[in-house]
């Protein structure tokens, strides 16, 4: 069985800019996979090329074992595409623009109408089948976007930023509905939210200056992501030197007289280690909580991996 996607030494590049740079990469299972980097990271410019909007300087794409290029016809009928900014026709009725998107996609026509019914149940949109797409919510019209790019049942979907812009409820649907279209087919989502990726995907790409510097489960994601200080508020806090004795302290940032950002090195059992000294000197310990790293820091930690 070929992989649902291959990518091959993939680089694009604009002008005389590389904007990606040896991308390999190979998926072949269903489940979200969450592609994620900074603005500029190269998202955008990996996800056109796969969905064959753009065309790469350099390297290969293999959708199902068809090569994008040599193929495109039939690498295509694999794909659904939700762009960054999807396409809609606000003047069109939800229906009309369903049936315009199956008769694109060459659905034969005795089975459009069963495709649109179908893509419109799968996406809660059954209800607005008459309205005019000027006329439904941000949320809404993001579902018709994701509607147009499952009505000839892809194998691969993919969807740059598709909570970009939605309000809090929105965002809840929306990650829902994906989730759930993860269940059968294969979705490729962008991100740069980290903690949407940790709600959705199973397995992480990070891309980082348009190369890729971590693709792993999100297991192997979350071992990289975890915790490296703890912040604490005691009521008696002793000086740096003494919190700096304890076994695998690295360092400490006092934010006031009473709170601390510990960093450490080593397992998250060191918690226990601070809660047991504190207690051994009374410092009053009054509240304990692991940081979680930000972003930002994540793609440090990679990338020195990566270059060290
Ligand atoms: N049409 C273009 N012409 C010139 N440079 C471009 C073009 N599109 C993207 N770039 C550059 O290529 C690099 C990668 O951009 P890309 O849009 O793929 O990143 P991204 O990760 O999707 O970012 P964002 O989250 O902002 O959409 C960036 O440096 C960007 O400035």
């Known amino acids: 069985m070929s992989a649902i996607i291959k990518l091959e030494g993939l680089s694009h590049k604009y002008g005389s800019a590389w904007a990606i740079r040896d991308i390999n990469l190979e998926i072949d299972r269903t489940g979200v996979i969450g592609l994620l980097g900074a603005n500029g990271a190269g998202k955008s410019t990996t996800m056109n090329i796969l969905c064959g909007v753009l065309k790469q300087t350099e390297g290969r794409v293999y959708i199902q074992g068809l090569d994008t290029q040599k193929e495109p016809e039939q690498a ?75 009505i000839h049942k892809p194998k691969l979907v993919v969807m740059d930023e598709p909570t970009n812009g939605l309000d809090p409820n929105q965002l809840i649907e929306a990650r829902k509905l994906i989730r759930d279209i993860g269940k059968d087919h294969t979705v490729l989502l962008s991100s740069h939210i980290l903690s949407e990726i940790h709600l959705l995907c199973r397995e992480v790409v990070m891309l980082e200056g348009g190369r890729i510097i971590f693709s792993d489960s999100m297991d192997a994601f979350n071992n990289y992501v975890r915790p490296h200080s703890i912040l604490m508020r005691l009521e008696n806090a002793p000086g740096a030197a003494d919190l700096l004795k304890i076994n695998g302290v690295t360092s400490v940032d006092f934010l006031n007289d009473k709170q601390v950002r510990v960093y450490f090195e080593g397992g998250e059992e060191i918690a226990e280690r601070l809660a047991a000294t504190s207690t051994q ?28």
């Open 281 to 308: 000197e009374g410092w009053q310990l009054r509240e304990i909580s692991l940081d979680k790293s930000l972003l930002d820091d994540i793609f440090k930690q990679l990338s020195n991996q990566i270059h060290a």
């Open 76 to 150: 295509r009928k694999q794909i659904g595409f939700l762009p960054q900014h999807p396409p809609l026709y606000l003047d069109l009725t939800v229906d009309e623009f369903l049936v315009y998107a199956a008769q694109l996609r060459r659905i034969e026509k005795a089975k459009v109408k069963a495709a649109v019914s179908e893509a419109k149940e799968r996406c809660g949109i059954a209800h607005f089948s008459n309205r005019l797409i000027r006329n439904l919510s941000g949320g809404y019209r993001q579902r018709v976007g994701i509607a147009q790019a499952i």
